[in-house]
């Protein structure tokens, strides 16, 4: 890892380091070298803590990265060297993680709303874990690689504690939930799991309490559709 991240624009500071000091230090450099460009600092060292906390606490729950928040290499490269898995929006996503040496079974191809090209592509590189939250998703899914896993994706109920709300664009509302498995299974499709996006820069935990809740309701569904 090393050997890969050194190519990069990377600096080791001293453990007694201030963000405020490497910050400076930062503008100095560039005001030497006469540069307009903006430029972000990343503590890969807080990224690998955290990432160390959450199997600690969580050990039983892989965590996946979503490529699209950031996908510089230098902090992909690091996040695949600790066995995170990836959360990939697009066939773009899937190759640059396939380059970097992750293996199919460590993404997701989490777009509910895919191009029939990009299913087919899945379905050859083996990305085989993908979310639908319509009809004519399952029913492209069926036509292009009817062996997938498969997750139901939920519209997140709306609140105004969130920076980006995603609760009018991705996701199938509860009522649409026994239909759309009653079809899954018709299709003879797998479905393996339920996912919901409460928005971007969420800071009410309990609007992740009431997601889960929502999601206990539709695994209680899936199982009355499977049974009837």
């Keep these: 890892m090393a050997a890969q991240l050194l190519k990069s624009d990377i600096n080791f500071v001293k453990p007694e380091s201030t963000i405020p000091e490497v910050i400076d230090h930062k503008i100095r450099d560039h005001v030497q070298q006469k540069s307009d460009d ?22 039983r729950i892989k965590p996946f990265y979503a490529v699209k928040c950031n996908p510089d290499p230098v902090l992909l490269n690091l996040l695949v060297q600790l066995g995170c898995g990836f959360d ?59 062996t997938a896993s498969l997750v139901i994706r939920l519209l997140p109920q709306p609140t105004e504690k969130v920076r980006w709300t995603m609760c009018d664009k ?12 009653s079809l899954a299974q018709e299709l003879e499709l797998k479905v393996v799991g339920v996912s919901f996006h409460v928005g971007t820069g969420c800071y009410d935990p309990s609007h992740f309490v009431r997601q889960w809740k929502m999601q206990e309701r539709c695994l209680m569904l899936a199982c009355l559709t499977v049974l009837t």
């Design 88 to 146: 990939c929006a697009s066939k773009a996503e899937i190759q640059t993680m396939l380059a970097l040496g992750v293996t199919a079974d460590q993404i997701i191809y989490a777009h509910p709303c895919k191009q029939v090209s990009s299913i087919c592509y899945s379905q050859k590189v083996g990305v085989d874990l993908m979310t639908f939250d319509n009809e004519a998703e399952l029913r492209k899914i069926q036509r292009c690689f009817p």
């Design 170 to 181: 991705f996701g199938c509302k509860a009522d649409d939930v026994p239909k759309l498995l």
């Design 38 to 59: 903006a430029f972000y600092i990343c503590d890969l060292g807080d990224v690998t803590r955290k990432y160390k906390v959450w199997k600690r606490v969580f050990p």
